[in-house]
């Protein structure tokens, strides 16, 4: 049975000070100013979310009312990883919505910034109703689990057509070009101007509406998945707000090397078929292992997310060259 956490509103309230808290240094004191962010830097921000989110999952996230419970620290940290890893196929396309249209790379970090504050509050709002469905609804779970089977599948049978798409047919872009005043160039990393006495929002403007309609649809698998993992209410804002918290440098990181990683989207597709099974299952997999399920789970999606890296990184042509380079 999945351990109930001895939470109250203080727990809440000091999670989302924690969140706003560190929002508010890395605007107003790290990127006070737009400038680029360089890879090195990027990368030892990443470490520091992964970091905090580590020693969230093995610290804070095991208090129960029963006491020390590592179980819900394998609950968390499977969440997580899987958040993380699904976020990875959002850094493909939020470098194709850049490049599209052109966005400097001194002005994406605020971007990703109000960006990432909007897919919080959205991305809670769908927590609190997915679990007040599964409260009331618990089969809701099943569908959830077909609707990750089926999508898992649908990743690895499917050629996906490597042409990019073309963003002016996007929905959003031509409702807002059509409702608003859209002007033509930007103003800095402003999302209004002012242009012939009226007020217009920049193209900028619509960069981030962009990415925040994106990230809703990403959100349509990854929030049934971490529902497949836990259904505990605060492990899933959490274990789902420190992955898009850690989006921002981890784009910078991975946004120019996503094309390395050839095998990563098929092996998060594995990742979702198991959730998915295993959420459609869980009922014969709990006689079956009991609360040794919850370990198999990390194990597994560890596993698979492991051996697509490896499988990637061996199938690099460079590596294969540097390989032979070096037995000759």
């Not at 850049?98 to 809670?124: E, K, M, N, S």
């Not at 927590?127 to 469905?133: D, K, M, R, T």
């Not at 049934?224 to 784009?251: D, H, K, W």
Request: charged letters at 15%.
């Amino acid at each position: 049975m999945a351990p109930i956490l001895n939470l109250s509103i203080g727990h809440w309230a000091g999670f989302c000070a924690f969140v706003l808290g560190a929002l508010a240094l890395d605007l107003g004191l790290f990127h006070r100013k737009s400038r680029e962010v360089h890879a090195r830097e990027a990368l030892v921000w990443t470490l520091v979310w992964a970091g905090c989110a580590f020693l969230f999952g093995t610290v804070v996230a095991p208090r129960t009312i029963q006491g020390w419970d590592p179980s819900t620290s394998a609950l968390f940290l499977t969440g997580y990883l899987v958040e993380l890893c699904l976020s990875m196929d959002n850094v493909l396309v939020i470098a194709l919505i850049f490049t599209y249209f052109g966005v400097p790379q001194r002005w994406q970090h605020r971007v990703l910034f109000w960006g990432i504050l909007g897919a919080l509050v959205l991305r809670g709002g769908m927590i609190w109703l997915g679990s007040e469905l599964i409260q009331r609804f618990h089969w809701t779970l099943y569908i959830f689990g077909a609707f990750l089977l089926i999508t898992g599948a649908k990743m690895l049978l499917i050629q996906e057509d490597e042409k990019p798409p073309d963003l002016s047919k996007n929905p959003v872009v031509r409702l807002l070009r059509h409702c608003l005043p859209v002007s033509t160039r930007f103003d800095q990393e402003h999302f209004t101007t002012r242009s012939n006495g009226r007020w217009m929002i920049t193209p900028l403007a619509v960069v981030l509406l962009v990415v925040e309609t994106t990230d809703v649809v990403f959100a349509l698998d990854s929030i049934p998945a971490i529902f497949g993992i836990t259904q505990e209410p605060f492990l899933v804002f959490t274990s789902n707000i420190f992955a898009i918290l850690g989006l921002r440098s981890l784009y910078f990181v991975l946004a120019s090397a996503m094309g390395y990683f050839r095998y990563l989207k098929k092996g998060l597709a594995l990742v979702l078929v198991f959730i998915g099974a295993k959420m459609l299952a869980e009922q014969f997999l709990l006689k079956l292992l009991g609360d040794q399920l919850k370990y198999v789970s990390l194990a597994v999606v560890m596993s698979l997310i492991l051996l697509s890296i490896l499988a990637s990184v061996l199938s690099n042509p460079h590596h294969r060259q540097g390989g032979k380079g070096s037995a000759a």
